[in-house]
């Protein structure tokens, strides 16, 4: 079954109001093809991001999301914000959400069941630090986070999830793992899903691949068997990098 192949955009908490009106001007140029583009503005961005590319097909995802569907929690946004300004997908359990804003497991399987549940669509991240890598855990790690965050949605549900990969030491860092260490990982992902939902769930999620992608090893990396795209951090604040890695998803 031929995967089609998605690269995501993360802006993280980069972007003033006119830099990103600038930044979705110049990407309105991009030719998607056969892959589906999308950017994480932040969430003052987000409903002039929805309104400048209702033509494009470029989607708007948020970066992130309360897992409570309302009330009293002061500075957090909610899934049916989310939706109210057109935004119908969300990333979870970036890296730095679990490194600098502490959440767990715990949290993120609440996230992920609270945005599926309202038929939000999730990029749900996973990745190791260098630590456990060294150590030998990183398998073992990935296993958990996936088990933990994402195992306890049903067949249907799975299918609205796509899974991104991202080393933590990879991200930011300018230094990207090796073609072999990428492809084993997400191998050993595609397994987790056979092994739970079957051959026909597996063949179709779709594992992106993040951390350090840029235009020289982009094309490399999207050639690996198991990976389905990337999710582009740095890269993806600049309109020429950004194009030339979705030309490279493209072959
Ligand atoms: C990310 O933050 O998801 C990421 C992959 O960042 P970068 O591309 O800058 O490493």
């Given at each position: 079954m031929k995967r089609k192949k998605l690269v995501a955009g993360n802006w993280k908490m980069n972007m003033t109001y006119d830099e990103s009106v600038s930044l979705i001007e110049e990407l309105?140029?991009?030719?998607?093809n056969d892959v589906d583009v999308k950017i994480a503005p932040s969430f003052t961005n987000l409903n002039n991001a929805v309104s400048l590319l209702s033509l494009s097909e470029i989607e708007v995802i948020a970066q992130d999301v309360y897992l409570e569907e309302r009330g009293a929690f002061t500075g957090e946004i909610s899934i049916e914000m989310l939706k109210s300004v057109g935004v119908n997908s969300v990333i979870i359990g970036h890296s730095e959400r679990r490194k600098y804003f502490n959440e767990n497991d715990f949290i993120l399987s609440k996230k992920a069941k609270t945005a599926i549940d309202n038929s939000v669509n999730i990029i749900f991240c996973v990745g190791e630090e260098l630590s456990e890598r060294e150590k030998g855990n990183h398998f073992k790690l990935i296993k958990n986070q996936i088990i933990c965050g994402l195992?306890?949605?049903d067949t249907e549900q799975i299918k609205n999830v796509v899974v991104a990969y991202e080393p933590v030491w990879a991200i930011g860092t300018g230094k990207t793992a090796e073609n072999y260490q990428i492809q084993e990982m997400h191998e050993y992902i595609r397994k987790l899903f056979d092994d739970k939902y079957g051959s026909d769930i597996s063949r179709q999620i779709r594992i992106l691949y993040g951390g350090s992608v840029k235009p020289n090893n982009a094309e490399e990396i999207f050639s690996?068997?198991?990976?389905?795209g990337g999710l582009i951090?740095?890269?993806?604040?600049n309109f020429s990098d950004f194009n030339a890695i979705v030309r490279a998803a493209n072959g």
């Open positions: 309105k140029q991009i030719s998607t195992f306890s949605l690996l068997k198991d990976v389905d951090g740095g890269a993806s604040l």
